[in-house]
């Protein structure tokens, strides 16, 4: 059985597909079998990364396919070690169905009040319909520079009742022309930005550590 984590958002605009690539180009360097199931069916935003990623001859290789329906990705995630849901840039009942598939659910948001209370809104829902807490965690991206305003949204979140990850990753152009050559955010030409989001990855492999049995994985 795969792991299989769901990025979701209330709004487009978040970090979303930049944080999908990301969780796949770095479990995919690691070994791991990986597909990411874009669920943005009209626009392919990650699709159409990986086929830039795979013209300039970027690896690792990531595998990407678009999808128009939950069930139809589901069948295709059992080959998979891992599988991420790149969810639609906006809540549905697509969005409900891929966090209750999931093991693990990430909100991306900024810290601004108009990503936070949304995010915030959309995981209130999804534990409305069943989604145990413990699935959910808010990662905080494209931050600006003031530590002020990161403390401020991370206690909003957890204030919530929702865990945060570890880090923040700002908003930079460096990841911007990354994400334009087929690049992760880990994968930038600048060492300081890819170490924050590593910081980022550094919390999601640690969730999922505690998820699967102990040497699954190498």
Known sequence: MPIVIGVVSQKGGVGKSTLSRMIA???TQAGWDVKIADMDFQQGTSFHWARSRNEAGVAPEIR???F???AKALRDSE???LYVFDGAPAASSATREIAGAADIVLL???PANDDLRPQVLLAHELCKVGVPLAKIAFVLWRVGDSNIEIADARE???KAGFRVLPGAVPERTGYRRASDMGRAAT???FPELN???DTIMQGIVEIIKNLEPQGAHA
């Open 79 to 81: 080959r998979f070690d």
């Open 64 to 66: 990407v396919e678009a």
């Open 25 to 27: 180009r770095d479990f």
């Open 187 to 189: 994968e930038t030409r």
């Open 195 to 197: 170490k924050r989001a």
């Open 68 to 70: 128009a329906t939950v």
């Open 156 to 158: 909003y979140i957890e």
């Open 108 to 110: 991306p948001t900024g």
